[in-house]
């Protein structure tokens, strides 16, 4: 019985290990870390545009302040819906024209914003 | 938890008019509000928790089998015989019934869009509530459910016996298994799941089925093969409020629910799918995930549903696999692994039902208030037959740090509840020397889903 002695101890390395490397393979959501944010009081500003379905910047989640406003300019070289999951708004994109959605945080959570054609996600706001 | 979320919302109606600017519709639309990441500290403290847990576990827990089925605080004789009346069970099944017309007159008259309630009802109330119900007062479905009651009531109707069966049923749980993988991934991964179109087809199968099913089988039918009957049944071993033995209603722990299930035919299965399903539900809303989806020239449907299945199939092979090594360590024949991974599947209930808790708690409590907008229009004529036209969700009990909070403590007390459970059941199945080994590989796979649910719930 001496050797099965260690092997509480042995599996709790192990399963320590295994956080440790799940947590450092994960992304880090951190706040403001996304590209492509420009602040200006508390109005954010992001262009994001859509080719076929590449999503330029890379999807990112989006840190807004409760009360703040998110000015959201999306370009698709398609025609598409756009459709911001919360905040009840929605907009049609046509081809190459600039579309802007205000954005506005009231209820701390996370949201998506996507397309319906094809169902892309193109960010997550988290209003906190 | 967003995957849900987001199917529920895709029925929104398209952008009014050509070229038009940001078109509000109807308030709070449908539900797509996500949890806001779980906070690191949070994460930190709920994975020491787990690991400390599975220690002390392994070291200094009980060597002899402790949970008795006569445990139990029993219930006053008054309360007892209103839970046991008559009455309190067709009030129950009225009501149900009245849903379910009110539901599919919806799902035949009401408007293709965003105002129909059908899909709030389908994957709100009867998938979420129908857990939470269960988790709370049992079994609920086996008395609620409106196909049980069709069957007595067309057999009534009939003069035959209500135990008419052509054939024995001999599958276990496996068919409830594959409605439950279904359904998951009706829910999580079929497009146009909230159309009116695709909910006609899905009720009508489900019905069809149903009914055929319960004609050639019995009412077996329900008892094992409905995987509504099933999720409740197993998610219902978790509920505070359960019969002894010997029928008497009591107030027990979890654990005396849990410990009460055999091992039977199909169970690992279910299990796999329940755990499985819903951890897939959390990771595909992981964004790295979703970019890579969505950018890859594969179709991303035959992804999801590809990885949908994986998720299902590993649980399985990992829970199979420790057994393996259980039934090594305590020097067993490995054919041994086989009703072995049978007897300790039901100590991953407690850990898919936190799971459930974490990951759907707020749509729950958003979304099945919010359903009730819904419903006092089922016909989308406008009217307001119910006066719930105006309802606000509350949302005092989806504040972040609550659900952060709720969220780390149904995952860690659903791992507790885990390693107890699959510690009574080693030292109660293995021989007694052997136990203590025997149960370490089952404890690194609980460890390891417990991890997996926390970091799911931290990446989002």
Known sequence: ?128 | MASLPAALASALPPALGPGSVPAVVPAHGVGSRGDLPLPFTALVIAAVAALVISFVAISTLWREPRLRDTDGVLLPGPVAAVLDSRWLRVVARVLAGIVTVWTLAALVFGPDSARNPVPQVVYVWLWVGLAFSSMLLGPVWRVINPLRALHAGLLRLARVSPDLAALPYRWGLWPAALGLGTFTWVELVAEDNTSLGFLRVLVGVFFAVSLLGAAVFGRTWFDHADPFEAWSRLLGLLSPLGRRHDGRWVLRTPLHGVNGLRGQRGLVPTVAVMLGGTAYDGFSANLSWATFVQSSPLPSALLRTATLLAFFGFVALTIWLASVVSVRLAGEPFSRSFSFVSDIAPSLIPIAGGYVIAHYWSLWVYQGQFAWRLLTDPLGTGADLLGTADLTPNDLLIQPTLVATIQAVSIVVGHLLGVLAAHERAITVLDRRAAVIGQVPLMVVMVFYTLGGLTILFAP
């Open chain 1, 1 to 128: 019985m001496r050797t099965f002695r260690a092997l509480p101890y042995a599996v709790c390395v192990l399963a320590l290990v295994g956080a440790a490397a799940c947590s450092s393979g994960t992304p880090d959501p951190g706040p403001g870390g996304s590209t492509g944010v420009v602040s200006t009081g508390s109005v954010k500003r992001l262009e994001v545009t859509v080719t076929g379905t590449t999503v330029t910047p890379a999807p990112a989640q989006v840190d807004l302040p409760i009360g703040s406003t998110l000015e959201l300019v999306v370009t698709s070289d398609h025609d598409d819906e756009l459709h911001a999951h919360g905040f009840d708004v929605e907009a049609t994109l046509k081809a190459g024209t600039p579309t802007t959605l205000r954005l506005t945080g009231t209820e701390a959570g996370l949201y998506e914003v996507e397309t319906h054609e094809p169902a892309l996600t193109l960010l997550t706001v988290a209003v906190r």
